[in-house]
């Protein structure tokens, strides 16, 4: 039993491996060479002018939260369409409601004006 589990513990152990290696390595090997231009916060190449802790729009969260909602969207309609034979007419007919749901939530957002950028 538990040798069926060996070679998920060699992936695991591997992954961590090549995962943690090169950064150690960078970091044992690499040249410390620390400079007042080098750990100075920047941005874009220049000095930061503003705070960083300013408040965003709520329009940000907005468009972020649509993305998530679309883009789940789309990770289930790639195994669907995978699936497609073998779930049948009523895989059909259920995605096309989930569909039909997101739609309705699409143009209540774009009739609010959620979509609007000012």
Do not use: Q, T
Not at 13 to 40: C, E, S, T
Not at 98 to 110: N, R
């Amino acid at each position: 039993m538990l040798e069926n589990y060996l070679p998920i513990l060699a992936f695991i152990v591997l992954g961590v491996f090549f995962g943690v290696a090169p950064m150690i390595a960078g970091f044992v090997l690499g040249p410390h060479r620390p400079d007042p231009d080098k750990n100075a916060p920047y941005e874009c190449g220049f000095e930061a002018f503003e705070d960083s802790r300013v408040k965003f729009d709520v329009r940000y969260y907005l468009v972020a939260i649509l993305f998530i909602i679309f883009d789940l969207e789309i990770a289930f309609l790639f195994p669907w369409a995978v699936a497609l034979d073998s779930v049948g007419m009523f895989g059909f007919i259920a995605m096309l409601i989930f569909l039909g749901v997101l739609v309705i939530g699409f143009i209540y957002e774009w009739k609010k004006g959620a979509l609007e950028w000012e």
